[in-house]
Antibody
Framework: EVQLVESGGDLVQPGGSLRLSCAAS????????IHWVRQAPGKGLVWLSR????????NYADSVKGRFSISRDTAKNTVDLQMNNLRDEDTAVYYC?????????????WGQGTLVTVSS | DIEMTQSPSTLSASVGDSVTITCRAS??????LAWYQQKPGRAPKLLIY???SLESGVPSRFSGSGSGTEFTLTIRSLQPDDFATYYC????????FGQGTKLEIK
């Protein structure tokens, strides 16, 4: 069974940093693009970033470019999202999601999400 | 960035009704469009991909159509379990989502 389990969500002050981690099981991340998507309380889904199967390509939404960094550890089957210079508007549930095998963008599996709260 | 615009934002309907949700892309995305269903407190679930292909296990009352910049999701004979929020997603260039359509019981 495919599972994605996020961790690392916390309360952090504006300007601070946080590192989220996503542990994948039931499949190898070396076969799929992995993305991060977030959802602010009561709001819609926002795509943030993705990394390809061999980590040769990473992409970011304009809203997080230069502040967030995605990386993967194939040996551990994990994907991390390093978030720097956090702002109030980064408060959200962060989902780690899997791209369908053979697709760079179609999402077929979601984690349960981890909550990041940015507040002083 | 490709902007995705859904309409309506909220839709009221009754069990047994048929409803249609529209999604428009700010530029041509061919058929690289997916639809997701999300219930409160839950992660989204994939319903439709490539604009009109039904994901395995999804009831056939769900259907999608469109290409280019205009797409629709139709749900026939609404069931109580269908009342949720629906999102479109383009995956032609990176990815982006529509703002969502909340389908509520009339």
């Amino acid at each position: 069974e495919v599972q994605l389990v996020e961790s690392g969500g916390d309360l952090v002050q504006p300007g601070g940093s946080l590192r989220l981690s996503c542990a994948a099981s039931g499949f190898s991340i070396s076969n799929n693009w992995i993305h991060w998507v977030r959802q602010a309380p009561g709001k819609g889904l926002v795509w943030l970033s993705r990394v390809n199967a061999d980590e040769t390509m990473t992409n970011y939404a304009d809203s997080v470019k230069g502040r967030f960094s995605i990386s993967r550890d194939t040996a551990k089957n994990t994907v991390d999202l390093q978030m720097n210079n956090l702002r109030d508007e980064d408060t959200a549930v962060y989902y780690c999601v899997r791209g369908r095998t053979g697709s760079s963008g179609l999402i077929d599996s979601w984690g349960q999400g981890t909550l990041v709260t940015v507040s002083s | 960035d490709i902007e995705m615009t859904q309409s309506p934002s909220t839709l009221s309907a009754s069990v047994g009704d048929s409803v249609t949700i529209t999604c428009r892309a700010s530029q041509n995305i061919n058929k690289w469009l997916a639809w997701y269903q999300q219930k409160p407190g839950r992660a989204p679930k994939l319903l439709i991909y490539m604009a009109s292909s039904l994901e395995s296990g999804v009831p056939s009352r769900f259907s999608g159509s469109g290409s280019g910049t205009e797409f629709t999701l139709t749900i026939r004979s609404l069931q109580p379990d269908d009342f949720a929020t629906y999102y479109c997603q383009q995956y032609n260039f990176y990815s982006s989502f529509g703002q969502g359509t909340k389908l509520e019981i009339k």
